[in-house]
């Protein structure tokens, strides 16, 4: 029972502090970002309500996707000077899978999503 109360706890205290860092890919070999020179995961401010509900109202809103979303499966730090909103933020980390709607976005391969994160977080 109380492991259970400590999950609720961090489940609620992240999802009102931390962004949601979202990796938009099929089959973890292809890989989708919003830029078209460079790979950058699709970062999503919290918005009170479930991560991963917040994540597929993102891309239904903005680029009328569909999406499949798996529970978070981390929480990092980008570097300090990374992200222009708020360097050093924490972010927790999320997959995702387009099931329906047309991709107007720039397709990415595993090695530049893999040299990103090299470059870009922080383990907690």
């Known amino acids: 029972m109380e492991q259970k109360e400590r999950k609720e706890t961090k489940t609620n205290n992240t999802k009102t502090q931390q962004y949601c860092l979202v990796f938009l890919h099929e089959n973890h070999k292809k890989y989708w970002s919003s830029h078209t020179k460079y790979y950058e995961p699709f970062l999503i401010a919290p918005t009170g309500k479930d991560d991963r509900k917040t994540i597929q109202d ?60 090299t470059h870009s977080l922080i383990i907690l």
């Open 58 to 117: 993102y891309f239904s809103t903005t680029y009328g996707l569909e999406v499949s979303v798996r529970p978070s499966f981390g929480n990092r730090r980008l570097i300090p000077g990374l992200e222009d909103i708020h360097p050093g933020i924490g972010v927790n980390l999320f997959h995702a899978q387009i099931q329906t709607g047309k991709i107007v976005l720039h397709l990415h391969s595993k090695h530049e999503k893999d040299t990103w994160i």
